[in-house]
């Protein structure tokens, strides 16, 4: 699939002392840049993050990455990298609080975290080879060539049942398995990041109105940095509009 002018931004969270809060990363003294700009400063990323802490306040993360001042009409994904599991006692924020904000502004969500998914009934990893998963399909390393994935196998692979998972697939997104991606055969992780990287292209965000063609953009004043940036949502989106009529299984 064909995805063509792409910017990246970055927002870091969970460090020591203030870099405990979220902030917003300047790249080459930018916020978006281009894909060899945001590789070059990632490059080894996810193997400095920790193997044993769970995530602090994942939410409010996305909540500072959706402020990012986007461009209006493009498609707008989030990429939360995370070890641990998102515990709903430290998320500072309502759960359908985000949920409305990503949808009023057309924002999927994607995680990248530690579940090594498995086969229902089996204490030993997928065979199958399981990237990762969305609401009602599972990608396995078939996916790397044509992404199609596998909804007969959903039911049978056990599944990340947080609170950060539920709100990804809350706006259609989706939830990998970060180990494919930085370990074991070298020729294996490319598969996952390439399965991985086509379903964030398969754009599927949380719009009620696949036909709108406008977004409303307004300006907004940071008041810590006095910076004004735009906010743009789809044309007519309501939060209870956009949210979806069904509940996961484990919510």
Known sequence: MAVHDVAFALVGFGGDGLLQ??????????????????????AGSLQAMAEDSDAEDMFAAIHKAADTPLRAGAAKSIVAMLCGHCHRARMALPLAQLQDKLALRGITLHLVVDHDFRMAGSNRAAKSN?????????????????????????????????????????????????????????????????????RVAMFDGPRTQPQATCDLCQCTVDPSTGAVTSSCRQCGATPAALRPKWKLPFV
Do not use: W
């Open 21 to 42: 809060q979220p902030r917003q990363h300047t790249l080459n003294g930018d916020i978006l840049v281009t894909a060899d700009v945001a590789a070059q400063h990632m």
């Open 130 to 198: 399981v990237f990762g998963v969305d609401k009602n399909t599972v990608f396995t390393s078939k996916d790397a060539a044509r992404l199609e994935g596998d909804t007969t196998l959903y039911d049978k692979v056990t599944l990340p049942g947080d609170v950060c998972a539920d709100l990804a697939y809350r706006t259609n997104g989706s939830v990998f398995n970060r180990h494919k991606m930085d370990g074991g055969r070298l020729e294996d992780a490319i598969k996952a990041i390439d399965v991985f990287a086509q």
